[in-house]
């Protein structure tokens, strides 16, 4: 059974970090893209960001570009977003999401919430 | 940027009646990369559809997708009481890999 969970949500002051990371379970980690997707209080989806398997290759939305940072520990079968430069609009309940070789979004982890907040 | 308009941003409907929800793209989505996704209040989201048109590992057949190029259709043939969710599409031709809104299925 596919599970990922998410952790490392919380309150944040804006201008600071956060790290989260998903766990994954089930599948060969190795062998598949991951993403993050969130969203905002009341709002619709937003993708985020993805990354291939290896690692060596990942994509942003232009609203975090040079601020977070997708990476993977397939030795872990952890996903990782560095959020750096947070600001309000980043508060969001934030999902990983497990990738097909096409792209679209199989499984999902439940969210962890960011709050940033002064 | 493929920006993705879904409508109606509501749509009120009974069990039993059929619902149609409208995603389109401010251009062509290349090969069909599209999909569909569910979501619950509280819940993550849960994929539906994708290719436009081929359904997910134990979606029911009520649930149907189809289109291509920039216009794209969901349809659930009869509305059963657990079907009352958020929908949204995804284009997953060219990143960011964007979504619709979202449209709000609600009971009449």
């Known amino acids: 059974e596919v599970q990922l969970v998410e952790s490392g949500g919380g309150l944040i002051q804006p201008g600071g970090s956060l790290r989260l990371s998903c766990a994954a379970s089930?599948?060969?980690?190795?062998?598949?893209?991951m993403t993050w997707v969130r969203q905002a209080p009341g709002k619709g989806l937003e993708w985020v960001s993805d990354?291939?398997?290896?690692?060596?290759?990942?994509n942003y939305v232009d609203s975090v570009k040079g601020r977070f940072t997708i990476s993977r520990d397939n030795s872990k079968n952890t996903l990782y977003l560095q959020m750096n430069s947070l600001r309000a609009e980043d508060t969001a309940v934030y999902y990983c999401a497990k990738a097909t070789s096409f792209r679209f979004l199989d499984y999902w982890g439940q969210g962890t919430l960011v709050t940033v907040s002064s | 940027e493929i920006v993705l308009t879904q409508s109606p941003g509501t749509l009120s409907l009974s069990p039993g009646e059929r619902a149609t929800l409208s995603c389109r793209a401010s251009?062509?989505?290349?090969?069909?990369?599209l999909a569909w996704y569910q979501q619950k209040p509280g819940q993550a989201p849960r994929l539906l559809i994708y290719g436009a048109s081929s359904r997910a590992t134990g979606v029911p057949d009520r649930f149907s997708g189809s289109g291509s190029g920039a216009d794209f259709t969901l349809t659930i043939s009869r509305l059963e009481p657990e079907d009352f969710a958020v929908y949204y599409c995804q284009q997953y031709g060219s990143s960011p890999y964007t979504f619709g809104q979202g449209t709000k299925l609600e009971i009449k």
């Open positions: 990354i291939s398997g290896s690692g060596g290759s990942t």
């Open positions: 251009q062509s989505v290349s090969s069909s990369y």
């Open positions: 089930g599948f060969t980690f190795s062998n598949y893209a």
